[in-house]
């Protein structure tokens, strides 16, 4: 099992460009979350699915994050336009059921 | 606010000697808790976990305890090693009202020293 799979590892961009973050969960995982981590607020839960259906998208910090799960085995996180202040590791997590999450590498985002 | 708090951002500890770390929580609703272990560079990776029913669950060198009446919990890790050092998440989660939901604390950095 390759585990959940992030892509890219490190993104660099300036402020005011669109940026995509990509998941692929383990296979067979029916749960998809999304969580940033801050040296200020720890690891912080975004959103997450079930079964690809968007559940809770409350701790989605304003309206130029969005995030998508076309299918069971993609995910996307787009920042539209990015600020310097969206820099931080992002974590995507899947579990099956209630169960423990898996959480990939995460993605390094700076925007300058 | 934050609803789960790792107080401590650090934690020194020599080789061979317990690492305690601990977690407060203020959501009278979580019912289940676990521990994540995260390297640098690398995703959490899931420790050991208690459900509220429980006050103690062990799995080899690591022990979580719950003391619900307190609101805390607490890692024990006997005896700690160098490869213990890491940055260590608690969170917690309402499993039982219907929502699916881990709120993670702000983690704490454990350095075991040789």
């Known amino acids: 099992d390759a585990g959940v799979i992030q892509s890219p590892r490190h993104e660099v961009t300036e402020m005011g460009q669109e940026v995509t973050l990509r998941c692929k969960p383990i296979?067979?995982?029916?749960?998809l979350f999304w969580y940033r981590q801050t040296m200020m607020r720890g690891l912080e839960l975004l959103i997450y699915?079930?079964?690809?259906?968007?559940?809770?998208d409350s701790g989605m910090p304003e309206d130029r994050f969005s995030a998508k799960m076309p299918n069971a085995s993609f995910s996307t996180l787009k920042i539209q336009p990015s600020e310097p202040r969206d820099s931080a590791v992002y974590f995507c997590a899947s579990s099956l059921g209630r169960g423990r999450l898996f959480f990939g590498s995460g993605t390094q985002l700076s925007v300058l | 606010d934050q609803q789960v708090k790792q107080n401590s951002p650090s934690l020194s500890v020599q080789e061979g000697r317990i690492s305690i770390l601990n977690c407060d929580y203020t959501?009278?609703?979580?019912?289940?808790f676990l521990w994540y272990k995260k390297y640098p560079a690398e995703g959490p990776t899931f420790l050991i976990s208690i459900s509220s029913i429980k006050d103690k669950n062990e799995d080899g060198r690591f022990t979580v305890f719950l003391n619900k009446s307190a609101k805390h919990l607490s890692l024990h890790i006997v005896p700690s090693q160098p490869g213990d050092s890491a940055v260590y998440f608690c969170a917690a989660s309402p499993l039982g009202s219907g929502t699916y939901k881990y709120i993670f604390g702000t983690g704490t950095r454990l350095k075991v020293l040789a």
């Open positions: 296979s067979g995982h029916d749960y």
């Open positions: 699915f079930n079964n690809n259906v968007p559940i809770d």
């Open positions: 959501n009278s609703m979580f019912d289940y």
